[in-house]
């Protein structure tokens, strides 16, 4: 829960489920994302936690958004989790105390990856409170987020590791696609202009809206 002059705040919970190929995506849920945006104080830092390894296919989810947001280079939010340096089950207790450390009461939107139904596959999930990385496969994670973005990339219930794994990364890339455009686009919007697209020569990236 962010606070606000070291008082919790409260906002209604929310909850918004997106198809990524459904038409107008990117800008429905770049509006609703910016929705909750123009509620903060101009003066709260915004932090993008991106959950998830590249050692997993399903997974990769995460790092593919935090590594186009790094790639952007704007100096109006922060990215913690790209393919290079990755948020995992292994470092995010470590990442959290670091960002308690340097950021100043910061407004964190998670990001990461979820199993579910088949129905729901290829959703893009925009809600309240936290994310709880890792319970889809069972491990026992601290909650990050204010707000999360988590995108449904398989279906759950049956052998977690192997389905993660097995996940077709042409879906992957294309969630990470809309949720990294929809975040720009959103605080480009309350925050001011984003720096304009650029991207290594020889790298794969997303393309712009």
């Known amino acids: 829960m962010h606070e606000v002059n070291g008082v ?3 906002r209604p919970a929310f909850s918004v489920k997106i198809p990524y190929d459904a038409p107008m995506a990117r800008q429905r849920l770049s509006q609703r994302i910016e929705r909750e945006l123009r509620a903060l104080d101009p003066d ?3 932090v993008i936690l991106c959950v998830g390894t590249d050692r997993s296919t399903g997974d990769a989810l995460g790092p593919l958004v935090g590594t186009e947001l790094v790639r952007r280079g704007s100096p109006l939010f922060d990215v913690y989790g790209t393919l290079d ?3 995992h089950a292994v470092n995010l ?3 959290l105390r670091r960002i308690e450390r340097t950021e100043n009461r910061p407004f964190i939107i998670a990001v990461d990856a979820s199993l579910g139904q088949s129905s729901s596959v290829g959703c893009i999930q925009f809600g309240s409170g936290p994310v709880r990385p890792g319970s889809g496969v069972n491990k026992k994670l601290p909650p990050v987020g204010d707000v999360h973005l988590t995108g449904i ?3 759950g219930g049956f052998m977690e590791y192997f389905v993660l794994q097995n996940t077709r990364l042409s879906l992957v890339m294309n969630m990470a696609g809309v949720i990294a455009h929809s975040l720009l686009g959103a605080i480009e919007r ?3 202009a984003v720096i304009p697209f650029a991207s290594p020569d020889g790298l794969p990236s997303f ?3």
Request: charged fraction near 35%.
């Open 93 to 95: 207790e470590e990442t």
């Open 8 to 10: 919790p705040e409260t």
């Open 190 to 192: 309350t925050r001011g």
């Open 85 to 87: 340096d990755p948020v």
């Open 153 to 155: 990339v398989n279906v």
């Open 207 to 209: 393309p712009p809206e």
């Open 44 to 46: 709260t830092r915004i």
